[in-house]
Nanobody, 118 residues
Framework: QVQVVESGGGLAQAGGSLRLSCTAS????????MGWYRQAPEKQRELVAS???????NYADFVKGRFTISRNRAGSAVYLQMNSLEPEDTALYYC????????????WGQGTQVTVSS
């Protein structure tokens, strides 16, 4: 079991920046990977970026060059630096945590809202 909490969402203007944070706690097994996903109204949830225990990163094409994912050295927190925000980035952003050798679906946080105005 693991508890996942996101923070850092809010309102930004086009071209602005936000930094999202996600913390994991309560796990007895080490974390294998953490990732950020987003979901806009009436759209499917999609991957934004992920990072594994070795620090390998994976980005969706629509955020490459604008967003950067990172983690703390303990691997218990992940961050998403969002630059050059666009109105199309408006969505509910979720953090997903997969434990090492745990379930493939992982555990989701409650989400944090990101709204970008033009």
């Amino acid at each position: 079991q693991v508890q996942v909490v996101e923070s850092g969402g809010g309102l930004a203007q086009a071209g602005g920046s936000l930094r999202l944070s996600c913390t994991a706690s309560g796990n007895r097994l080490p974390i294998g990977s953490m990732g950020w996903y987003r979901q806009a109204p009436e759209k499917q949830r999609e991957l934004v970026a992920s990072i594994n225990l070795r620090g390998d990163t994976n980005y969706a094409d629509f955020v490459k060059g604008r967003f950067t994912i990172s983690r703390n050295r303990a691997g218990s927190a992940v961050y998403l630096q969002m630059n050059s925000l666009e109105p199309e980035d408006t969505a509910l952003y979720y953090c997903n945590v997969r434990l090492y050798r745990g379930s493939t679906e992982g555990t989701w946080g409650q989400g944090t809202q990101v709204t970008v105005s033009s």
